[in-house]
């Protein structure tokens, strides 16, 4: 029932800066909350960032202070500002719809995936 399209990746040097975009194709204004993951290359998947209808965010350690998650619940867009890249960043970033407002009701849909190549 939900189409998410993320945009924004690309190749970057080692020091700079990305913005990816997540729309959905429908309304998700206070209904659901979103997150980033990426997955490397025979790696398992992890979460990069989460962010609930209310704007409270979680970051994995090893982002934090570099990447920045907002949302735009009008234009139902979800944003990861990444700024410091670094060649471990490199990976598939995926957006994610969760079921409800709140972490614990699991996640509901997922994006196709934008890929991110850090060099150094």
């Known amino acids: 029932q939900v189409q998410l399209v993320e945009s924004g990746g690309g190749l970057v040097q080692s020091g700079g800066s990305l913005r990816l975009s997540c729309a959905a194709s429908r309304s998700i204004f206070s209904i659901n909350a979103m997150g980033w993951y990426r997955q490397a290359p025979g790696k398992e998947r992890e979460l990069v960032a989460r962010i609930t209808t209310g704007g409270s965010t979680d970051y994995a350690d090893s982002v934090k202070g570099r990447f920045t998650i907002s949302r735009d619940n009008v234009k139902n867009t979800m944003y990861l500002q990444m700024n410091s890249l670094k060649p471990e960043d490199t990976a598939s970033y995926y957006c994610?719809?969760?079921?409800?407002?709140?972490?614990?009701?699991?996640?509901?849909?997922w994006g196709q995936g934008t890929q991110v190549t850090v060099s150094s």
């Open positions: 994610a719809l969760f079921r409800g407002p709140y972490y614990n009701t699991g996640i509901y849909y």
